[in-house]
């Protein structure tokens, strides 16, 4: 049996840094787009803007203006009362995304202090989203006797679905990997 997790895990190791920095920006925003309603407006808009000015910081390769504002207004607005607080689903995708995107970019451009700890991975991102989509599922069942199914099929359903996307935007991997011809085998010349 094929593990869709598993399979998705692999793949994103394998993929180039460039495509796994966009990869946690897509899976933010799609958990955005199927979490966002439990979010005030004010705080999905923010959300939203944190992650296009991320997804425009590490096409530019750097930090720039935009995403300090959004980053400062992510904070401001989700210290709110009305604004989520630190266990909202959605929002703690976004907020975990822009690090696993624009960590080392923001650290570089004095927008955060240096962390010691490595960004978190898009990986990271892809389980965080998937767990999002499993409680956002399983609060809308209704019957707490079959929540956990639930969650678990709305995790699945996650899961393959990034899967879908990493495979409609990342090329073969092994194309990339020093040391490989264009077929991916070793390449016995050097």
Do not use: N
Request: hydrophobic share 45%; aromatic share 4%.
């Amino acid at each position: 049996m094929i593990i869709i997790p598993r399979v998705l895990a692999t793949l994103l190791a394998e993929a180039d840094e460039h495509h796994q920095r966009a990869l946690a920006l897509d899976f933010a925003e799609h958990t955005l787009e199927i979490c966002g309603d439990r979010l005030g407006p004010t705080l999905r808009a923010t959300c939203a803007e944190l992650l296009a000015a991320a997804r425009e910081a590490v096409v530019l390769g750097r930090a720039h203006e935009r995403l300090g504002r959004a980053y400062g207004d992510f904070h401001a607005v989700r210290a709110t009362p009305t604004g989520g607080g630190v266990s909202d689903d959605a929002s703690g995708v976004a907020l975990m995304a822009l690090f696993s995107s624009t960590q080392r970019l923001m650290e570089a451009a004095g927008l955060v202090v240096r962390m010691r700890p490595a960004p978190p991975s898009c990986a990271d991102v892809a389980r965080d989203a998937q767990a999002a989509a499993g409680r956002r599922r399983a609060e809308d069942a209704g019957d707490p006797a079959g929540e956990a199914s639930v969650a678990r099929s709305a995790r699945w359903e996650e899961a393959r679905w990034q899967l879908a996307r990493v495979i409609e935007t990342v090329p073969d991997p092994s194309v990339f990997r020093p040391g490989r011809t264009d077929r991916g085998e070793a390449d016995k010349s050097t």
